[in-house]
């Protein structure tokens, strides 16, 4: 059984730095690829960014050059680099990971004020 664990989120404020982190256990020999979604209060669960098995990533447009997306494969962990935030990336942050199945983590709380 595979499991997420996400950590790093927080408070920060405009203009600060953090780094998400997903660690995923019970599974080292399937991985197809990881993606970091967000939800804010009152909206929809957006992607943030992907990354296939390939290395090949994407992010979404509003990311805009502010945040990385990689993958330890020794540690099995997926991390999202983010820079540059803003009040409106204020959301809580969900990691997935297609791994012979499709996994969630249960989120970590980002915020972002001043």
């Known amino acids: 059984q595979v499991q997420l664990v996400e950590s790093g989120g927080g408070l920060v404020q405009p203009g600060g730095s953090l780094r998400l982190s997903c660690t995923i256990s019970?599974?080292?020999?399937?991985?197809?690829?990881a993606g970091w979604y967000r939800q804010a209060a009152g909206k929809l669960r957006e992607v943030v960014a992907s990354?296939?098995?390939?290395?090949?990533?994407n992010y979404a447009d509003f990311v805009q050059g502010r945040f990385t997306i990689s993958r330890d494969i020794a540690e099995n962990t997926v991390y999202l680099q983010m820079n540059s935030l803003r009040p409106a990336d204020t959301a809580v942050y969900y990691c997935?990971?297609?791994?012979?199945?499709?996994?969630w983590g249960k989120g970590t709380l980002v915020t972002v004020s001043a």
């Open positions: 990354l296939t098995k390939d290395g090949t990533v």
């Open positions: 019970g599974n080292r020999d399937t991985f197809y690829g």
């Open positions: 997935n990971v297609a791994a012979g199945g499709d996994y």
